[in-house]
């Protein structure tokens, strides 16, 4: 990500072009990233959360970006790109809106092994397999 989006809000994302050696921005990003906001899944698609807005997320697809209605602070990807989300409740949610515990999180990271998070409560870091 380079520092700003075309919006004048939040950060941009940005690619390394290996023919001309330059780093090229995604123009078709609809707004600005949050600084914690990034996620990619593995086929190299983003997913971000609005630098100004935690009432969606986007997600961008082969055919282009699509607005996720899910109040997120963070998203992630897991097994066959299962998407997470930490949800504006500080719950995580798979599938976008299946809570997987009562457990409440300040920070979330999602990998194809396991989805982990700091608890708020204790802040300890637990795994969900």
């Not at 989006?5 to 921005?25: L, M, N, P």
């Not at 809570?99 to 999602?110: C, E, F």
Request: with cysteine.
């Amino acid at each position: 990500m380079k520092s700003n989006h075309k919006s004048g809000e939040g950060w941009q994302i940005v690619e390394y072009d290996e023919t001309s050696r330059t780093w090229q921005a995604d123009t078709t990003q609809p707004v600005g990233s949050a600084w914690s906001g990034l996620s990619v899944d593995a086929k190299g698609l983003p997913s971000i959360v609005p630098h100004n807005s935690t009432r969606s997320f986007w997600r961008k697809k082969e055919e282009g970006w699509v607005e996720v209605e899910a109040c997120s602070w963070q998203v992630g990807f897991g097994k066959g790109d299962d998407v997470f989300r930490l949800d504006c409740d500080d719950h995580v949610y798979g599938n976008v809106r299946e809570r997987l515990d009562i457990k409440k999180a300040v920070w979330m990271s999602a990998s194809t092994d396991a989805v982990w998070i700091l608890d708020k409560n204790t802040d300890m870091p637990f795994k969900f397999n």
